[in-house]
């Protein structure tokens, strides 16, 4: 049978699309297929269901998410009864429910439905479903001590019609006022109560929202700068330095079009990051002539500058009613409110409550869940060498709204900032360094130089070496300031490992540094060694390799079965090339025999159940192998590409394994989420070094 988990109110404006994203969130770590349903709906687009569609990569189709629009709805109810309508929307239901493991129900809004008893139908409506209720209450500018009786109201309301309520959610609290309400409203509850502060930048809206509300037209800009959060609006009329000390970090500047020294002054504001703003929007449908927009391109490259034609005083009533709405065109919105939710809401104890059975398969939207739930769970300090290139910044972006490690920037402090502001990145609590400057390079020369002493490398020479981002930050990982380090999205290879060698050195057990790439396929997950740094292992090599990928494998959730791969299985064949392999399983087997090895072996009998059964029957790796061993760089290299390209693969790596501390390579390709993985795959690694 289906399970589904209702999510539902007692009122409008509680903000449920956080608590709703951040159940599909849970529910997707767990099963494949998730489907969901709104029984009511609005006209025009369904835009949570687009955000969650493009997100979480649903093929359902849009047509079968919605039950009836409100006033199909309410003419039903008017005409035939309440009967009638639930049982319309019970029959719609179970047409989604049939092709999927789990539904997550959207419960109505409360917003001009013109439904009588709107909580007791969404509870019927959730019991005719078979449906577990999480119901939110909304907290925004109510004292604490009504929020409190609110909720406890609204559990009894659910609870007295029959539901079974898994949890209730208390979102939009005064910041001041959630820890203490968090402790305070449990009282003669007995289920879960998770309490969530209000997000200025969830309400906020992007100043693309601004733009089309208001019919404006982008005279300047681009969609880095269109998708910023307004977080405040500054009205101009002052004289240019008193209006400066009026802008707020992300504010959207609201000037009439005429008065260019306020366009010029708050862009030039924005530049040196004091304070970065939204945007800079024009009244009056004035705009500056073209030498003014011309500087104010090169002063604040990608920062929207907006015509619109009202005056001050309707733009400003219309801004203040706009609130900011989560959907597939803000998808930093969306990670700040994952963030908010993993933040306050006991993820674990909600899933089990959720009784939601793991599917045997483990996609990649799995896997990258995973990956970022482990690192979260017991923090740690990443040191990010390239930290003015955009797409670390990116990343940095996510990682930090999700609240999933902490991170250390290297680089220009100013440049780093500007670009930061040019992309609407709030860096206030990162610690960004520039070795060129930093308190630190005399010390980390002398430590340089005391450890390279025996390559005759004196202080002075160590003092230019660790100005280099890549010396310096694995120079903070060897010292305990970081916990690991992820570099070479704009670095080669050798650049970003050679410190690593010479400074943080292999683990005592370790023979050679190797790599591994976590090939997430649609179904599992696989683990590909060596395939980035070592061209021709030899037997003790190569052997050495398995033992750590299955060690890495292991620590990230993947039960170690070592294919060691060959042109040849078993006693079929012979040459240099099949003995080198036979040599490493052998030694694999004696050293480890806890392992389970098999090898050597071709691809198809390692990872085909057919084949594995005609070539190696008896075998307990053949068929089901999940650490596939290459013999030498030109095969392994080749074919994580080819299988990455020819069957869609996420491709997460080179994960480096060998050395006492973690240090990780990008690819110049990485995309954002790529060096998301990697970051994320670091901080886990310094979990196990702890």
């Not at 390692?606 to 053949?622: C, D, I, L, N, Y």
Request: proline share 5%; glycine share 8%; hydrophobic share 45%.
């Amino acid at each position: 049978m289906t399970r589904s988990v209702y999510v539902t109110g007692i009122d409008r404006g509680d903000g449920r699309q956080v608590v709703e994203l951040g159940v599909m969130e849970l529910l997707t770590r767990q099963v494949d297929r998730v489907g969901v349903f709104r029984p009511l709906v609005h006209s025009g687009p369904d835009r949570l269901f687009e955000l969650l569609r493009a997100r979480y990569r649903l093929s359902q189709s849009p047509e079968t998410v919605h039950g009836l629009d409100y006033h199909e709805a309410s003419a039903i109810q008017a005409e035939k009864g309440t009967d009638e309508l639930v049982s319309r929307l019970v029959e719609r239901f179970h047409q989604v429910s049939r092709a999927y493991e789990v539904v997550l129900v959207l419960g109505s809004d409360y917003a001009d439905t013109q439904l009588p008893d709107e909580l007791a139908l969404n509870a019927r409506l959730a019991n005719e479903f078979g449906a577990s209720v999480i119901a939110v209450v909304g907290g925004k500018d109510q004292p604490a001590e009504s929020v409190r009786a609110e909720t406890h109201n609204a559990y009894r309301a659910y609870a007295g019609l029959g539901c079974d309520v898994l949890a209730m959610v208390v979102n939009r609290v005064a910041p001041e006022d959630r820890d203490a309400l968090a402790e305070r409203i449990v009282e003669r509850l007995t289920v879960p109560v998770y309490v969530l502060p209000d997000e200025p930048a969830l309400s906020a809206p992007t100043v693309a929202q601004v733009t089309a509300a208001l019919g404006g037209t982008v005279l300047l800009g681009d969609d880095a700068g269109l998708a910023r959060d307004a977080l405040d609006f500054v009205f101009g009329g002052a004289m240019l330095p008193r209006f400066l000390k009026a802008l707020t970090p992300g504010c959207m500047v609201v000037t009439p079009g005429d008065r260019a020294d306020l366009v010029v002054g708050s862009l030039a504001a924005h530049s040196a990051g004091t304070p970065p703003i939204a945007g800079v929007l024009l009244t009056l449908d004035e705009r500056p002539g073209d030498e003014i927009l011309q500087l104010a391109a090169r002063l604040a490259p990608g920062t929207p500058v907006v015509s619109v034609p009202g005056g001050s005083f309707p733009t400003a009533g219309e801004l203040f009613a706009l609130e900011g709405k989560l959907n597939a065109a803000t998808p930093r919105k969306a990670e700040t409110a994952l963030g908010l939710f993993e933040r306050h809401v006991d993820t674990t104890a909600l899933l089990e409550r959720v009784s939601v059975a793991r599917t045997g398969r483990v996609t990649p939207m799995m896997f990258e869940h995973d990956l970022l739930e482990q690192a979260r769970a017991d923090r740690r300090r990443v040191v990010l060498p390239e930290g003015s290139e955009e797409r670390v910044l990116r990343a940095a972006d996510v990682l930090l709204r999700r609240d999933v490690c902490d991170l250390t920037l290297l680089g220009d402090v100013d440049l780093i900032r500007k670009k930061a502001a040019d992309l609407g990145i709030d860096l206030a609590d990162t610690r960004i360094v520039d070795p060129q400057t930093s308190e630190l390079r005399q010390t980390f020369a002398e430590r340089y130089a005391q450890l390279r002493a025996h390559r005759g490398v004196t202080v002075e020479l160590a003092f230019d070496v660790v100005s280099d981002v890549n010396y310096f930050g694995t120079l903070m990982v060897q010292e305990g300031l970081a916990h690991g380090m992820v570099s070479g999205s704009v670095h080669s290879t050798a650049a970003t490992i050679r410190p690593a060698f010479e400074i943080i050195k292999t683990k005592p057990d370790a023979r050679i540094v190797s790599s591994v790439f976590f090939m997430c396929l649609a179904d599992k997950v696989l683990v590909y060694g060596d395939c980035a740094v070592n061209p021709d292992p030899d037997a003790e090599q190569l052997s050495d390799i398995a033992v750590q990928s299955a060690a890495t494998a292991a620590r990230f959730g993947v039960d170690p079965r070592i294919a060691m791969l060959s042109y040849s299985t078993g006693t079929s064949g012979s040459g240099a090339d099949v003995e080198k392999v036979r040599e490493a399983t052998e030694r694999v087997r004696s050293a480890r025999p806890d392992l389970l090895i098999e090898g050597p072996i071709q691809y198809d009998a390692a990872v085909e159940p057919t084949v594995a059964a005609t070539k190696m029957p008896e075998s307990q790796v053949a068929g089901q192998a999940t650490v596939l061993i290459f013999p030498d760089l030109n095969t392994g290299n080749n074919t994580y590409k080819a299988v990455q390209r020819s069957a869609g693969a996420v491709a997460v790596g080179p994960v480096l394994q060998g050395l006492r501390k973690p240090v990780n390579d990008l690819s110049r390709g990485a995309l954002v989420q790529d060096i998301v993985n990697t970051v994320a795959i670091t901080a886990i690694q310094a979990q196990g070094e702890e």
